[in-house]
């Protein structure tokens, strides 16, 4: 019995390193590339080379002095806090919607609600595109907005609805059955409990419209967005403040996703413990 105890344990030991080990590959994986960018991003020389030449701020003195780049990261966001606010009060609907309502046809209503990220951008793109051109209002900001907030829609949905299913439903009945009207059961009740949730579909719906490429380089027109003066650049020559462009790129996204999981993860209740 001792050796078959022993034998499970080391078995199970293995198995976490195993796992450890793989989790480390997938992140040397996936950040690799980003961290490389970084570093080029201070470096001297033109072309990404190694060894590397001296320090420098050069390249985030042209972005800095670059009118194009200022103006796309204005467009970027202001794009992204517009599409951030209408996605999250979309998505919190739809959340509620689910969450308090039984109707015919729900199981439609939430995959429609949940469609768009499944459909390649590409296409999306296209469809958005020969949509707003059919009604005349493409090559607008506000056409990457409405294109935005269909795409990030549905993460803020997801996020909400995850948080709306830790809340007690009869909350709200009670409150209803003590004299207080729907919508003060919603602005006492239901609102402050899935705040974290909320604030947390902001940050993430934020970061992915930051982000987005495709369908703002098939919607935008002349409104350029980071992403699509990085194409812009990166079509005409090898650059390295493309790598100073990609660095805040990436620092302004990671802020906000990790903004996101701190808000959900941390501000959302804990278990009770059993005694």
């Known amino acids: ?74 467009t970027s966001i202001m794009v992204a806090i517009s599409t951030s606010i209408l996605a999250t009060l979309i998505g919190f609907c739809t959340a509620y919607t689910d969450f308090r309502y039984q109707f015919r046809g729900k ?9 768009p990220p499944t459909i390649p951008l590409i296409i999306l793109a296209l ?3 020969a949509w707003f051109s059919r009604i005349g209002i493409s090559g607008k900001i506000w056409t990457i907005v409405i294109a935005h907030t269909v795409l990030c829609a ?28 729907e919508w003060a059961a919603m602005r006492n009740i239901v609102l402050p409990f899935a705040k974290p949730a909320i ?6 719906t934020m970061a992915i419209s930051f ?22 650049i990166l079509q005409g020559n090898i650059d390295p403040q493309i790598n100073a462009i990609g660095t805040f790129v990436f620092v302004t996204s990671i802020t906000l996703v990790i903004m996101a999981q701190l808000f959900f993860i941390l ?3 804990k278990q009770p413990t059993h005694v």
Not at 21 to 31: Q, S
Not at 161 to 167: A, E, H, K, V, Y
Not at 199 to 204: E, H, T, Y
Request: proline share 5%; net charge neutral; glycine share 2%.
């Open 211 to 232: 982000d987005e490429f495709a369908v703002a380089w098939f919607v935008s027109g002349l409104n350029k967005t980071i992403p699509v003066i990085i194409l812009e």
């Open 107 to 115: 199981n439609s209503y939430l995959v429609l609600a949940l469609l």
């Open 199 to 204: 604030i947390s579909a902001l940050c993430l």
């Open 1 to 74: 019995m001792h050796l078959r105890t022993h034998l499970r344990t080391n078995a199970d030991r293995v198995i976490r390193l195993l796992l450890l080990g793989y989790l480390v590959l997938v992140f040397l994986f996936i950040f690799t590339p980003i961290v490389t960018s970084i570093i080029f991003s201070f470096n001297s020389d033109r072309f990404p080379t190694v060894p590397l030449g001296s320090f420098t701020w050069k390249w985030y003195q042209t972005i800095y002095t670059d009118a194009d780049v200022w103006e796309a990261a204005k």
């Open 154 to 181: 549905p993460f803020a949905m997801a996020v909400i609805r995850l948080r709306l299913q830790q809340m007690d439903p009869d909350l709200e009945s009670a409150a209803w059955n003590l004299g207080a009207s």
């Open 267 to 269: 501000r959302s209740p």
């Open 127 to 129: 469809a958005m595109l």
